[in-house]
């Protein structure tokens, strides 16, 4: 039971950088489990799977975005999220401070930083 991965909810709308998040996130010992983009399906994932962390767009495929999708989450989870975006004006970094966020990290990112991130968070 002790051997048990964390999990982790990867929404990302580029295809191509959900699959980078995912490799990054299993070198650092984490089970992604939804790699997902569109807000509306990571409240329901996240409500169903109750992950360990999310890594969160900003700027998501459909009707609301990573932000808005986050402050419904926190309506029934205080799961750890660390943003990944390239929105790194002060209106998206002050509407992300209402969601209580773990990190704010500016696209684009390598392993080192994410590592550095969940480790400042005591994720790992």
């Known amino acids: 039971m002790g051997d048990k991965k964390r ?6 709308d580029d295809l191509i950088l959900n699959l980078l998040y995912e490799s990054y996130m299993e070198k650092l010992g984490f089970d992604p ?8 399906t990571a409240i329901e994932m996240a409500k169903n799977s109750n992950p360990d962390l999310i890594l969160m767009d900003i700027a998501l495929e459909g009707e609301i975005d990573g932000i808005e999708t986050m ?3 926190r309506e ?3 799961v750890p999220v660390i943003y990944i975006t390239g929105n ?7 509407r992300a401070e209402a969601t209580n966020f773990t990190d704010f990290l500016i ?3 390598e392993l080192p930083e994410l590592r550095h991130s969940l480790k400042q968070a005591g994720l790992l």
């Open 33 to 40: 489990i939804g790699e997902l983009v569109y807000g509306k």
């Open 107 to 109: 696209k684009p990112i």
């Open 76 to 78: 029934f989870s205080d």
């Open 71 to 73: 402050a419904r989450i």
């Open 7 to 12: 999990t982790v909810l990867i929404v990302e």
């Open 88 to 94: 790194s004006d002060p209106f998206h970094k002050e």
